[in-house]
T-cell receptor, first 113, second 109 residues
């Protein structure tokens, strides 16, 4: 069974631009969660989608948004990029409650210049 | 979501058992405990999870105290490839996995 895939793997943007990251979950998984990882803040939860609905949201500004499609694929968007948005963005999928084991993708490394 | 506390770092000799503790004293009766690890710059890897009984799989064993206020992840025969940051998480009824700072395990040859 294929694992979680994320595209692109690496991305360089400049301040003020916007970016869209994509995540394809493991087949059959309906829950997709997004995380941001930086050296200073560690792994931080962004949001979770289940059956196309945002079910949980972390403490991030509105510039960070996401969506999930009917095939469970998910995208996250960051608008008006700031230097501090440079991070590894990780996507994880799971079947959903009660089978909450999350399986992570390799991440997208975003660099904002 | 229960708060978890882990030591920041540990060393273990190669071939020996690595015992990684986690305190989750505020855990509620229906909250599972999950363990993940992350090798540098890779996505976290699921290891094991449990509710109240001890669990074992091909990677590790999870020992949960009877009062469920703490648990220990055991890697029975640590190898150099087990060097990673290990996270203990108690996500609660939702699906919000809050990763703390974890324990940085170094396996020494």
């Amino acid at each position: 069974k294929a694992g979680v895939t994320q595209t692109p793997r690496y991305l360089i943007k400049t301040r003020g631009q916007q970016v869209t990251l994509s995540c394809s979950p493991i087949s059959g998984h309906r829950s997709v969660s997004w995380y941001q990882q930086t050296p200073g803040q560690g792994l931080q939860f962004l949001f979770e989608y289940f059956s196309e609905t945002q079910r949980n949201k972390g403490n991030f500004p509105g510039r960070f948004s996401g969506r999930q499609f009917s095939n469970s694929r998910s995208e996250m968007n960051v608008s008006t990029l700031e230097l501090g948005d440079s991070a590894l963005y990780l996507c994880a999928s799971s079947f959903g409650v009660p089978y909450n084991e999350q399986f992570f993708g390799p991440g997208t490394r975003l660099t904002v210049l | 979501d229960a708060k978890t506390t882990q030591p920041p770092s540990m060393d273990c000799a190669e071939g020996r058992a690595a015992n990684l503790p986690c305190n989750h004293s505020t855990i509620s009766g229906n909250e599972y405990v999950y363990w993940y690890r992350q090798i540098h710059s890779q996505g976290p890897q699921y290891i094991i999870h449990g509710l109240k009984n001890n669990e074992t799989n091909e990677m590790a064993s999870l020992i949960i105290t009877e009062d469920r206020k703490s648990s220990t992840l055991i890697l029975p025969h640590a190898t150099l490839r087990d060097t990673a940051v290990y996270y203990c998480i108690a996500p609660g009824s939702g699906n919000q996995f809050y990763f703390g700072t974890g324990t940085s395990l170094t396996v020494i040859p």
